[in-house]
């Protein structure tokens, strides 16, 4: 499993300046790195915008990721919040 270091996906947007939004920062970080978990355990917002892409059929590298393997993910994410 790879972790991002604390807050890092988020700064892609807001440091470092090259996403245009949260949102992208995320596509950015799926589409382009193999990061499995967002390192930031009081903002959700990571989880809610990969739901939402994985819904949208944003595609990852070579094929789509389905909601078959990222929902029970997400789903066991936020109950533990």
């Known amino acids: 499993m790879l972790v991002t270091?604390?807050?890092?996906?988020?700064?892609?947007?807001?440091?470092?300046?090259?996403?245009?939004?949260?949102?992208?920062a995320v596509r950015i970080v799926m589409q382009r790195t193999s990061v499995d978990m967002s390192m930031v355990p009081e903002d959700t917002s990571f989880t809610t915008y990969l739901i939402d892409l994985v819904r949208?059929?944003?595609?990852?590298?070579?094929?789509?990721?389905?909601?078959?393997?990222?929902?029970p993910l997400t789903t066991t994410c936020r109950s533990t919040l």
Do not use: C, P, Y
Request: a negative charge; zero cysteines.
């Open 5 to 24: 270091d604390w807050a890092e996906i988020k700064d892609l947007h807001t440091f470092h300046k090259v996403a245009a939004t949260h949102e992208d």
């Open 56 to 71: 949208q059929g944003a595609a990852w590298g070579r094929s789509a990721i389905g909601l078959d393997r990222w929902m």
